[in-house]
């Protein structure tokens, strides 16, 4: 049998440069800096990026959401919107690069943003092989938590998935090479360090809202050593929190699960490593309506960034059905920045009213087609809820 040294030798040439980095990382990640307060910034600057395909549609909607409940500190100066181009596939593939400097450099001056989808290209696409910008922002911020919630009231289900959002499968998805033609290497990447603070965060979440259960989502059983780690954190980490019930499960009957009627009402707070956690919070959201009516946090010591859990939708940009896109994803996304930014009354009334009109009394359905709402239209109509003055009465009777 023959092997070619040469790609051995190359290959370990990589290889040593990717341990050395992740190696710096890991020690890096054992000085953690100060949690970040939003209340003591002023002005609080929130910068706001549409992305493309249908995210300037949704974007603009969420952002007229954010105009109607902080306008007193609009009008105060105490929070600024600032307006982010250029993060658009195009321009992106134009300077090659993931993040294009002059986004970065206007990133940098805002803690907190609301982010509209950006289009991945993937191998074989037309364009330039780069990274999806929003895995090189969150690594980029060091947003470690994505927290996606997910709630269907009328079937009991109140689910909050913290996914671990810097590592795993992800932390390395754009340096993967071949060895040879033949042979394909990707990485996957799991620290201490790493698990420990996305599994504390969700354990604190669970202390203070009294949520009694607490699963793990991993496939320790075959892939032993990283989902291994992540696993052994996880049962460490349990035992300082003896009020709530931790147990673990594996990503492929954990998907089963969530379909099962008489047993998913019981599971409340998920933690899972990257990409376990993208595939099965997409299955959640379809569970609560689509993708198209969830949101998410991504959750960082310095900055937080808020956005869908969904892509930028390109088939239905392609087949001109953007003006139909779900707003809901990006409203909820900016529910969880006004929670996250100290305004968790308001962030509360704006859920209500998303669920009013998205799962109770529904006068107006998106369905992403002719036919189904307009992005407009529906956001009309939520903001008419938002402003009753019955709206927690509403609420309540469903
Ligand atoms: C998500 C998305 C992204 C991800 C894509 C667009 C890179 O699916 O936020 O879940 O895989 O994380
Ligand atoms: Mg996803």
Not at 61 to 70: C, G, H, M, W, Y
Request: proline content about 5%; some cysteine; hydrophobic content about 40%.
């Amino acid at each position: 049998m023959k092997i070619d040294r040469a790609a051995v030798k190359e290959a370990r040439k990589r290889f040593e440069r990717i341990l050395e980095a992740q190696l710096g990382r890991v020690e890096r990640l054992k000085e953690a800096p100060e949690w970040i307060d939003y209340r003591g910034l002023r002005p609080l600057r929130i910068g706001i990026i549409g992305g493309d395909g249908i995210g300037p549609v949704i974007t603009r909607e969420a952002q007229r959401v954010l105009e109607t409940i902080l306008k007193p500190e609009l009008e105060k100066g105490a929070v600024r919107f600032r307006f982010i181009e250029g993060l658009t596939i195009e321009n992106r593939a134009a300077v090659h690069q993931a993040i294009p400097d002059q986004v970065r450099e206007e990133i940098k001056r805002c803690p907190v943003l609301l982010k509209g989808p950006t289009t991945t290209p993937r191998k074989g696409d037309p364009e330039p092989n780069i990274e999806s910008a929003n895995v090189a922002l969150r690594k980029e911020l060091d947003l470690f938590a994505n927290v996606r919630p997910v709630r269907v009231p009328e079937l009991g289900i109140d689910w909050t998935f913290f996914r671990e959002n810097t590592e795993g499968a992800y932390m390395l998805g754009s340096d993967g090479f071949l060895v040879t033609d033949d042979l394909a290497l990707d990485f996957k990447v799991i620290t201490g360090p790493g698990s420990e603070r996305i599994i504390r965060l969700a354990f604190e979440y669970a202390r203070k809202n009294r949520r009694q259960r607490i699963t793990a989502v991993s496939k320790a059983n075959v892939i032993k050593t990283t989902d291994g780690l992540f696993l052994d954190t996880f049962f460490r980490i349990a035992a300082e929190y003896p009020e709530i019930e931790a147990d673990d499960w594996y990503i492929d009957i954990m998907t089963a699960k969530l379909l099962d009627p008489n047993r998913r009402a019981g599971f409340q707070v998920f933690v899972l490593p990257n990409l376990y956690g993208d595939i099965l919070t997409d299955e959640a959201a379809q569970i609560q309506g689509g993708v198209g009516t969830a949101g998410s946090a991504n959750i960082g010591r310095r900055s937080a960034m808020f956005e869908a859990i969904h892509g930028s939708a390109p088939r239905m940009v392609k087949e001109g059905r953007e003006r139909f896109a779900d707003p809901f994803s990006m409203i909820r996304a900016a529910a969880m920045l006004l929670a996250q930014i100290g305004y968790p009354d308001r962030a509360k009334k704006l859920e209500m009213a998303l669920d009013i009109c998205g799962q109770y009394e529904k006068r107006l359905t998106v369905t992403g087609r002719p036919g189904g709402a307009t992005t407009r239209e529906i956001t009309d109509y939520l903001l008419e809820t938002l402003i009753d003055s019955e709206l927690e009465e509403k609420w309540r009777r469903w």
